[in-house]
């Protein structure tokens, strides 16, 4: 089992920037890639990023340049880095852990999900 905590989220002005952690516990030896999706209200759940162990990273169009997607293997934590952050960023994030090392932009074979974090964003 792996349990994800994720934290950091708050409200920010448009241009503004959060950073989300996600930390993980338990067989975390057996986690490849992992990821961050957020669900806005109505709306259904949406890729944002993905990082594999190795480091390699993948991004939704809606964010690059603005999202960073980084992992500390030592320390079991992903992190996004959320810089001009705009009224439709608005969402609960959540982060997943993929066992496989599959990149699934659904994350429908995510395995493990953390409880989401909200970030909303005013303008």
């Known amino acids: 089992q792996v349990q994800l905590v994720e934290s950091g989220g708050g409200l920010v002005q448009a241009g503004g920037s959060l950073r989300l952690s996600c930390a993980a516990s338990?067989?975390?030896?057996?986690?490849?890639?992992m990821g961050w999706f957020r669900r806005a209200p109505g709306k259904e759940r949406e890729f944002v990023a993905a990082?594999?162990?190795?480091?390699?990273?993948y991004y939704a169009d809606s964010v690059k340049g603005r999202l960073t997607i980084s992992r500390d293997n030592a320390k079991n934590t992903m992190y996004l880095q959320m810089n001009s952050l705009k009224p439709e960023d608005t969402a609960v994030y959540y982060c997943?852990?993929?066992?496989?090392?599959?990149?699934?932009?659904?994350?429908?074979?995510?395995?493990?999900w953390g409880q989401g974090t909200q970030v909303t964003v005013s303008s």
């Open positions: 338990g067989r975390t030896y057996s986690v490849v890639t």
């Open positions: 997943a852990a993929d066992l496989s090392g599959r990149i699934d932009y659904t994350g429908a074979r995510y395995d493990y």
């Open positions: 990082i594999t162990r190795g480091g390699t990273t």
